[in-house]
């Protein structure tokens, strides 16, 4: 769980640097990596609650 925690650490890291890069400097190449980096944050997010469902249990 430690390492999937590590993933959507980076990602939102990811995500953060390239929105801001694309609404400060109208970077479209920044927001396509914005909008990837969400997609693979949802992915994370999913697994996130499947796992911390199972630790619960």
Do not use: P
Not at 13 to 28: D, I
Not at 38 to 56: G, I, P, W
């Amino acid at each position: 769980m430690q390492k999937l925690i590590e993933q959507i650490n980076e990602q939102i890291a990811l995500f953060t640097e390239n929105a801001k890069a694309q609404v400060e400097k109208n970077n479209k190449a920044a927001g396509t990596r914005a909008r990837k980096a969400a997609l693979e944050l949802s992915k994370l997010m999913k697994d996130f609650r499947k796992a911390s469902v199972e630790a619960s249990k």
